[in-house]
């Protein structure tokens, strides 16, 4: 699903929204949660997931092309953590696919 599918959704769900409002909400809020990111904030919407930051500490790699050793610095990279209703829904559902497979093979 894309931003733009997104926004299609929200506009189809509330008539009273137009295509344009409802363009605004979802930049609005994922502006929101990348800001807060930005600032090293964590981000909890209760029954879908949390949003936090986290720390990959300094590394030596290797250069793939040429077997080289190079330092790789620390970085600080998003991550999401599904809550328990979206994880439960989400197995649910791929359950009752293979299910429906199974019954049609």
Do not use: W, Y
Not at 21 to 46: K, P, T
């Amino acid at each position: 699903m894309t931003r733009s599918d997104i926004v299609e959704e929200l506009a189809n769900r509330f008539p009273q929204l137009t295509h344009r409002d409802a363009e605004a909400a979802v930049r609005a809020i994922l502006d929101a949660i990348g800001q807060a990111m930005v600032r090293g904030h964590r981000i909890e919407i209760r029954g879908f997931g949390s949003f936090t930051i986290n720390r990959r500490p300094p590394r030596i790699g290797r250069n793939p092309r040429s077997g080289e050793s190079v330092a790789i610095p620390e970085k600080r990279v998003p991550h999401f953590k599904p809550g328990k209703a979206l994880r439960e829904a989400v197995d649910e559902r791929t359950e009752a696919l293979k299910q429906q497979s199974r019954q049609s093979a």
